[in-house]
C-alpha cells in the first residue's frame, strides 16, 4: 500500500454534480447480494491488507481532512459547536501538525438545522463548509413539504451540503417510485447545497435493499450515499459499505457519475478510519480518499486520531484527558 500524500490543505471540496436519471428499476432489481459473501471480503480487506507503519501518519491526515466533524445531539448549543468549529480549523495541535509537517482542517462541519447560523459564523473565511442534517432527521417521518421547506431554510441559512434521510417505510415494502419522488424533490429543494442521502442501512433489513435504495438515491440525483443518522440501533457497518461502493461503482460505470460515499456512525478509532479508507482504496482507487468523494460522518474519531499521530511524532501516548472530545 502506497504512502498518501500530507500535502493537506482542502482540496476542491465539492465534485460536478450528479445529474441523476429516470427511475431505472433494471439497474437493482433482482440483484443479490450475498451477505456471507460480502462479510468475508470485509474482514479481508482489514486482515489481508495492513498499512505500513510509517505511511499510517499520512492515512491518518488524510482522515482528517475528510471527517464531516459531528455534534447532533438534544442538548447542542451555540457554545458547543462554536468549539467543535475550532477544532475543524486546528484538528490536532500545532506542534504536532508542525512536526508532520501538514496543514490540515475537517472536510466539513455537520449540525442540525438551527445550529448552522453559528457555524456559518464560526467557519467564515476558512472554506470549511457547513452540512446540515434535514428532512426530520434522524427518522424522516414529517410530512413531505415540511421536509422539503426545512432543507430550504437551512440552505438559506448557509449549509452548503444537506444531509437528507429517506422514508425507511419505502424500501421496506419496495415502493421505488415513492422513494425516486421523494429523492429528487429533496434534491431540487437543495438548490446548489450538495445533498447527501442517509439510507439508515440498520433499519433497511437486507443487503439488496441496500443496494437498491443506494441505486435509487443516486438515479434521483444524490451526491453522496451515506449509510447511517448515527442514531439507529446499527450503524456503519464494512459489509454495508461495501455494498454501497458496489452500487456506487455499478451506477458510475453505467452513467459516467462519480458520486461519493460517506459510512457514518459508530466508529471511534484511528483503526476505523484506516479500515474505511482501505476499503475505499480497493474498491474504488485513489480519487475516492478525497473528500470530494468521501466523508467519515464522525462525532468521537477526531480524539483517537490525535492521540495516535502525537504517538507517531512523539513516541509516547498523552493522557487521553489532554485531548479534548471531539
Ligand atoms: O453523521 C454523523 C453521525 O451522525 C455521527 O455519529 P456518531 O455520533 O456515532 O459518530
Redesign the pocket.
Known amino acids: 500500500m502506497t504512502s498518501l500524500p500530507a500535502t493537506a490543505t482542502q482540496m476542491a471540496l465539492h465534485h460536478a454534480r450528479n445529474a441523476g436519471t429516470a427511475l431505472e428499476p433494471a439497474m437493482f432489481e433482482g440483484h443479490a447480494v450475498n451477505r456471507s459473501a460480502a462479510e468475508k471480503r470485509a474482514a479481508q480487506l482489514t486482515t489481508r491488507r495492513s498499512v505500513k507503519k510509517a505511511h499510517q501518519a499520512a492515512w491518518l491526515v488524510n482522515a482528517i481532512r475528510c471527517i ?1 466533524l ?1 455534534t ?1 445531539a438534544g442538548d447542542d448549543t451555540a457554545g458547543r459547536v462554536r468549539r467543535l468549529c475550532a477544532k475543524a480549523r486546528q484538528p490536532i495541535r500545532p506542534d504536532i501538525a508542525e512536526a508532520l509537517g501538514v496543514t490540515v482542517t475537517t472536510g466539513a462541519v ?1 449540525v442540525y438545522p438551527t445550529m448552522v447560523p453559528h457555524a456559518v459564523e464560526a467557519l467564515e473565511g476558512t472554506g470549511i463548509p457547513v452540512a446540515s442534517v434535514a428532512t426530520g432527521f434522524p427518522a424522516g417521518l414529517m410530512p413531505l413539504p415540511l421536509r422539503l421547506e426545512e432543507i430550504r431554510w437551512a440552505v438559506q441559512q448557509g449549509a452548503q451540503e444537506i ?1 437528507i434521510v429517506i422514508t425507511r417505510e419505502h424500501v421496506l415494502t419496495g415502493n421505488w417510485p415513492a422513494l425516486y419522488d421523494e429523492v429528487k424533490a429533496m434534491r431540487e429543494a437543495c438548490g446548489d447545497a450538495h445533498l447527501k442521502a442517509i439510507l439508515a442501512t440498520g433499519d433497511l433489513a437486507t443487503l439488496g435493499n441496500v443496494y437498491a435504495a443506494s441505486m435509487v438515491a443516486m438515479q434521483a440525483g444524490a451526491d453522496f450515499i451515506k449509510t447511517s ?2 442514531k439507529e440501533g446499527v ?1 456503519a457497518t464494512l459489509p454495508v459499505s461495501l455494498t454501497m461502493v458496489r452500487a456506487l461503482r455499478d451506477y458510475g460505470a453505467i452513467t459516467g457519475e462519480r458520486i461519493g460515499f460517506k459510512p ?4 471511534k478509532t484511528a483503526k476505523d478510519a484506516i479500515a474505511w479508507q482501505i476499503l475505499m482504496r480497493e474498491e474504488l482507487g485513489r480519487d475516492w480518499l478525497e473528500p470530494d468523494l468521501f466523508r467519515l ?5 477526531l480524539g483517537d486520531i490525535e492521540r495516535q499521530l502525537e504517538h507517531h511524532v512523539t513516541g509516547r501516548y498523552a493522557a487521553a484527558h489532554r485531548h479534548a472530545p471531539s
Open positions: 464531516d459531528t447532533l455537520c444531509d443518522t448515527g450503524n457514518a456512525g459508530g466508529m460522518g464522525a462525532s468521537s474519531m
